[in-house]
């Protein structure tokens, strides 16, 4: 870690902030796993639906406040003070994490997907205010730093909740209370942590919030796209969650009926993806330099493609089994081409660390400070419509059309690679003649 991120990393400013965002992260994926994980294997009622089905509902229902509630959110953040937003949400997701207990201990599926409705609306109601707050509490030539550590972290967090989320199923044999105390004691820990959280000058003290969400999303993301190089930006960073969602959901089931592998092993491709993601963050904030920049960018793209086709291949190579799952010991005894699709899904996350970095600080940068967090909020809202389009995509092709796992990342590799081509071409001249707010 260079100087700037360890002083960054101990500062009053960044520390308490980074860890609220990083609790909060693990938790989502602590409990999103869990959740997975015993749709997948069945550990409760499934009411008769196919577990693909199942799945992608899943992600779809987390997205889907992002979708109506990220304007609204956004307003709020820039008309209250911050600090004091970051802990009363906190306080909801204790409440959150007990509704979802419930289910887990009633074996309640629908209750379940209840609460991850409601993380869903925590979580969008938190993001506005974790990037809108950045370019707040940070320099800016510390704004690259920052956000690669925030993306680090939240990679680290990912990696963590579901290899967390993974091992408390595993080895609790069927009793959900020991995931139903790891997800309400981590909610706590969060809140704690944002009680240290600096109190934040209010960007819009005079704003009257518009109450009406679909109005307030249309006006939201019109205002975002008249500034085109912002509208660029959260384009690309739209679709980098698509292309995410779209590998990171079906992974379970890739597990399953492809590897013919337990839940551990589902976590450890997850760890590899998270861990890729890191390093990639990191590598992209030593490469790329401290300056604001796009040159990373290309190289992130091209490897979203190339190392999708490579996973896709891989595939295509791993041997029909019938019998026991593999278990982890088995995964690395069984033949080099496990070693390939572990491979294959960390480069994947090495090269999202290169793509997402670089467009989270220009988006953080060429945003009007006054209407910042809302920017955000269109940000989120972009989001959730690519990551819904994921997840309808996704049932689509794997249980409607019946078509192949590794024919959905064929198709997603070919279209990243069209969308990321139209993306720089438009993003290169507009960042030569848009201002940077922060050196305002």
């Not at 749709?39 to 509902?57: C, H």
């Not at 680290?156 to 790891?182: D, F, Y």
């Not at 551990?264 to 990639?280: K, P």
């Amino acid at each position: 870690m260079m100087k700037q991120d360890e002083q960054l990393m101990t500062s009053r400013r960044f520390a308490p902030m980074f860890l609220t965002q990083f609790f909060g992260a693990l938790n989502d994926n602590v409990y999103k796993q869990a959740l997975l994980l015993v749709i997948t294997y069945g550990l409760i009622q499934q009411q008769n639906t196919p577990v693909s089905t199942l799945n992608n509902l899943a992600a779809l229902l987390f997205i889907l406040p992002y979708f109506f509630f990220s304007a609204t959110a956004g307003q709020i953040a820039d008309r209250y003070e911050r600090s004091q937003l970051i802990r009363f949400i906190k306080i909801l997701e204790i409440v959150i994490m007990l509704i979802g207990s419930a289910g887990f201990l009633l074996g309640n599926l629908w209750l379940l997907l209840l609460a991850l409705f409601l993380m869903g609306t925590h979580s969008t109601c938190f993001g506005p205010i974790k990037y809108a707050i950045l370019p707040e509490i940070l320099k800016p030539q510390e704004l690259m730093s920052g956000n690669a550590l925030f993306q680090s972290g939240t990679s680290i967090a990912i990696l963590l909740g579901m290899v967390l989320g993974g091992a408390v199923i595993a080895t609790s044999e069927g009793n959900l209370l020991w995931i139903s105390i790891t997800v309400i004691t981590i909610a706590c820990l969060g809140y704690l942590c944002s009680r240290f959280i600096l109190p934040q000058k209010v960007a819009a003290p005079d704003l009257k919030i518009n109450w009406n969400f679909i109005q307030t999303s249309l006006e939201t993301l019109t205002y975002a796209k008249r500034i085109p190089v912002i509208f660029i930006v959260l384009l690309g960073n739209s679709w980098y969650w698509f292309y995410g969602a779209t590998y990171l959901t079906q992974i379970p089931q890739l597990t399953l009926q492809n590897l013919h592998a337990s839940e551990n092993v589902v976590s450890l491709l997850l760890t590899f993806f998270s861990v890729g993601i890191g390093i990639g963050s990191l590598l992209c904030r030593k490469i790329g330099g401290i300056e604001i920049n796009i040159k990373m960018v290309p190289y992130g793209a091209i490897g979203l493609t190339i190392f999708a086709l490579y996973l896709a291949a891989s595939l295509s190579f791993v041997p029909e089994r019938t019998g026991d799952l593999l278990s982890l010991k088995d995964i690395f005894t069984q033949g080099a081409v496990y070693y390939h699709v572990m491979l294959a899904v960390t480069l994947l996350g090495i090269s999202g660390g290169f793509y997402i970095v670089p467009l989270y600080a220009m988006m953080q940068a060429y945003s009007p400070r006054s209407h910042r967090a809302r920017v955000v909020a269109a940000n989120n809202i972009l989001n959730a419509v690519f990551m819904v389009s994921s997840a309808i995509f996704s049932i689509l092709i794997l249980s409607i059309l019946k078509i192949d796992i590794k024919i959905l990342f064929t198709i997603t590799a070919v279209l990243s690679a069209i969308f990321s081509f139209w993306l720089l071409k438009r993003l290169k001249p507009l960042l030569e003649n848009a201002p940077n707010t922060l050196e305002d």
